[in-house]
């Protein structure tokens, strides 16, 4: 059975740093694109950060509203996908997602698996 499991959301003042955690299981990843979306109250989930696979090669793609900001990164080995956000703005509140798919995408709709999430509160 596949889970996935976030971690590391908090409350953090303006400015400060998170990092979220997604620990994956029920199989390997390491040939997945692994991302992180976010959901504020009200709002349609988004897009945040990737790190793509595919067999052509792959890549990390991020959200304009994150990019300089956030760093994604994996650890195939621990099956474990994370995302470092630094400079932090109110904005930035939401429930992260991690979600992967087989395909090299960025759009919710394609995502084959998703966590239940982690609240991040960014106060002013």
């Known amino acids: 059975q596949v889970q996935l499991v976030e971690s590391g959301g908090g409350l953090v003042q303006t400015g400060g740093s998170l990092r979220l955690s997604c620990a994956a299981s029920?199989?390997?990843?390491?040939?997945?694109?692994m991302g992180w979306f976010r959901q504020a109250p009200g709002q349609e989930r988004e897009f945040v950060a990737a790190?793509?696979?595919?067999?052509?090669?792959?890549?990390?793609d991020y959200a304009d509203s994150v990019k300089g900001r956030f760093t994604i990164s994996r650890d195939n080995a621990k099956n474990t996908v994370y995302l470092q956000m630094n400079s932090l703005k109110p904005e930035d509140t939401a429930v992260y997602y991690c979600?992967?798919?087989?395909?090299?995408?960025?759009?919710?709709?394609?995502?084959?698996?998703w966590g239940k999430g982690t609240l991040v509160i960014v106060s002013s």
């Open positions: 029920g199989r390997s990843f390491s040939m997945y694109t």
């Open positions: 979600a992967v798919s087989r395909q090299a995408t960025t759009v919710p709709s394609g995502m084959d698996y």
């Open positions: 790190i793509k696979y595919s067999w052509s090669g792959g890549g990390l």
